[in-house]
């Protein structure tokens, strides 16, 4: 059985709910339906949008989510996709754990048995044999989700804990790897307005923000020699993509599992002709700098070769408050490490980056 993608984008509640309707959010819901469904990797077929009809409430939604689930298969290239697009909220003192909770269309601001609770949906995640499980999550306090867990200890509120660097607990199953996107970083409050960028078309403008950039990147592509674009590659594609705009105060979060940045989710929209058919190597800091925060696939080479220039670079990435930047400084020292083997080099490289650090042995 192929890969299955779920829409679930509420955007109207009752009069007394207390919550606002937004038609960002039915926007960008149809969007990553007409994007997902001209993408061959998925196609029409393996894509479902939930309509307005059948999102009123937890059951119906999460009969739609068992369902997608059920019928994503264990082929080795399979992938059950959902992605949630709505308001959300997270109480503390709610029975069972701290957990994210989803608006459904019946949900009530102050009445949190009204909401769907984000385990059920991660619940029925688990329960799928698809090779690759990601979530979506465009919506407050999504920087939350990895509170939930595979495990009584985690389920019951317990943090996710970090193992060679991959966070584990959530959508955790050993066979299977797992990813999510989350329009929350480090600030819980997402903005639900529509975007009106000028680097979006006309079909993008008035999504919501994060998503609004996401499936910008999904439309158009990336200059990336390659033809699915991973992980990695959307993540830092979409930061990008959200520095540019420069109306957004958000930028995204990706907790991997047991998946790896180099995991294939999306097919890569741009042409041979618009992909770079040779980076740039730029002769000043800055401008590597530039690069880096603007393209995808740096070829490091042309900088390593010079320790002072690489530790200007990482210096220079490391003064901004991108978390992309913070991103690019960590693979040039991860080169630098392989390529300055002389302790000279290694010495100019660590003065130059201004955070001197003595070499393991």
């Known amino acids: 059985m192929p890969s299955r993608a779920l829409i679930i984008g509420p955007s109207r509640y009752g009069p007394d709910s207390g919550l606002q309707d937004h038609a960002s959010i039915a926007r960008s819901a149809r969007m990553y339906g007409e994007v997902l469904g001209q993408d061959p990797r998925w196609g029409a077929e393996n ?149 009106t960028s000028p680097i979006l078309d006309e079909n993008l403008r008035g999504c919501t923000p994060f998503s609004a950039h996401l499936l910008n990147v999904l439309k158009k592509g990336t200059a990336d020699h390659v033809d699915v674009l991973t992980i990695g590659m959307i993540r830092d594609a979409v930061e990008r993509d959200m520095i540019a705009c420069k109306r957004h105060r958000n930028t995204m979060r990706m907790v991997l599992n047991d998946a790896r940045e180099y995991m294939p989710l999306f097919s890569n929209k741009s042409t041979a002709e618009e992909r770079l058919a040779e980076l740039p190597n730029p002769s000043e800091p800055e401008g590597w700098v530039d690069l880096m925060l603007t393209e995808s696939g740096v070829d490091l080479d042309p900088l390593l070769t010079d320790p002072v220039k690489a530790g200007r670079v990482v210096a220079l990435l490391s003064e901004r408050p991108e978390d992309l930047a913070r991103r690019k400084a960590e693979q040039i020292v991860t080169g630098a490490d392989e390529r300055f083997r002389e302790a000279e080099q290694f010495a100019r490289f660590w003065n130059s980056s201004h955070q001197p650090r003595t070499r393991a042995a």
Do not use: Q
Request: aromatic share 8%; proline share 3%.
């Open 47 to 195: 894509v479902e949008v939930l309509t307005e009809d059948r999102l009123g409430s937890g059951i119906e939604v999460m009969d739609a989510v068992t369902r997608a689930a059920a019928e994503a298969g264990r082929d080795p290239d399979s992938t059950l996709l959902i992605v949630y697009i709505g308001h959300g909220i997270f109480w503390s003192d709610v029975p069972g754990g701290a957990e994210v909770h989803f608006a459904v269309g019946s949900s009530r601001r102050a009445e949190p048995y009204t909401w769907l609770s984000s385990w059920y949906i991660y619940y029925a995640m688990r329960k799928s044999e698809a090779k690759r499980k990601v979530l979506i999550a465009d919506c407050c306090y999504s920087d939350r989700l990895g509170h939930l867990g595979g495990d009584p200890a985690e389920a019951a509120g317990a943090a996710p804990t970090l193992s060679g660097g991959i966070m584990t607990g959530v959508l955790r199953a050993a066979h299977n790897s797992s990813c999510v996107f989350t329009a929350a970083n480090e600030d819980s409050r997402v903005e639900a307005g529509g975007c």
